[in-house]
């Protein structure tokens, strides 16, 4: 009987191993394409703005410098550090207010005793499909709201997102209601279930939907774009975008009357130095949470 167990499990081993070394070399030719173009970026950024526009991208940089960003930190630093401040404080008091919300919604809606439940959801799912337009929503944020020159224009407009309420919900729904039903007995408020219950139940979504608002904050530019006027309130991306504007501008010529025309700007490698500037605090951060969306794709996958 041991024989055959040993000579069974020698048969199917054979098979995993070439199922498994086929899938660790899909994947790594699969890592392998999505990491180029990130390390092309982050060569280039290095390289002679001169060297990249004659011979093109590389892998490694071409004539190696640090000119780039001793430009955009020594002309433009103590400016950077505050939209980095800036972008870094609506991320994480916006990321924690839309969380707040959201998941008290998301959580009201799971549960079907609520009363006009449908009617609210088609009310929050029409809002997905049809909105007032632009100007409309510039005119209500401004005069109504004073959404000019201030945090509350870079946090408030992103504070409520239908769709991750709606899959946030998703995840309350799985929750049996029986848990929910005993702490009703034991005299509990809905409060209490949402805090003590619900939440820590949906880690994963909570995480999830948390760290797409957090890159919804981190990369937006739209909102300063239409609302700030003041440099002082300028997020990151939206500081580093005008950064970029007028490098291309000063270097293709649209320069003010009496400035010099035939500038020359590392054009090529400023766009790769902001994209590295950019993104770097979001790759040091996504491998500690990376877990919790793996388990969000799963969640659901394996049913009983």
Not at 111 to 132: G, Q
Not at 270 to 291: D, H, N, S, W
Request: aromatic fraction near 16%; proline fraction near 4%; charge should be positive.
């Amino acid at each position: 009987m041991a024989e055959k167990q040993k000579a069974l499990k020698v048969k199917t081993s054979k098979g995993d191993k070439a199922v498994k070394i086929f899938a660790y070399v899909f994947v790594s030719l699969i890592a392998l394409m999505c990491f180029i173009p990130l390390l092309m970026v982050f060569s280039v950024s290095f390289s002679d703005n001169t060297a990249v526009v004659q011979r093109g991208y590389s892998i490694f940089p071409r004539n190696f410098t640090t000119n780039t960003y001793l430009y955009l930190f020594v002309h433009s630093g103590k400016r950077i550090l505050r939209a980095y401040g800036v972008t870094f404080y609506i991320t994480v008091v916006g990321t924690l207010l839309a969380m707040l919300i959201t998941s008290m919604c998301a959580f009201a809606l799971s549960i079907k005793t609520l009363k006009y439940r449908n009617v609210i959801s088609y009310i929050c799912n029409f809002t997905i499909i049809f909105s007032a337009g632009l100007i409309p929503w510039y005119y209500v944020c401004v005069n109504w709201y004073g959404f000019s020159n201030n945090f509350r224009a870079l946090i408030v407009p992103q504070l409520v997102s239908v769709f991750n309420m709606f899959l946030l919900r998703t995840y309350f729904s799985q929750i049996p209601i029986s848990l929910y039903e005993s702490a009703r007995i034991d005299g509990a408020s809905y409060f209490k279930i949402w805090s003590t219950i619900a939440v820590p139940l949906t880690k994963t979504g909570m995480m999830t939907v948390g760290m797409m608002f957090a890159l919804g904050y981190w990369n937006d530019w739209w909102n300063a774009l239409m609302f700030i006027d003041d440099r002082d309130y300028f997020p990151l991306q939206y500081y580093l975008y005008n950064i970029l504007s007028n490098v291309n501008a000063i270097s293709s010529g649209r320069v003010p009357a009496g400035a010099a025309a035939a500038i020359q700007l590392p054009t090529e490698t400023v766009k790769m130095a902001v994209t590295i500037v950019t993104i770097g605090p979001i790759i040091f951060l996504y491998p500690f949470i990376q877990k919790y969306f793996v388990d969000g794709i799963m969640t659901g996958a394996v049913k009983e």
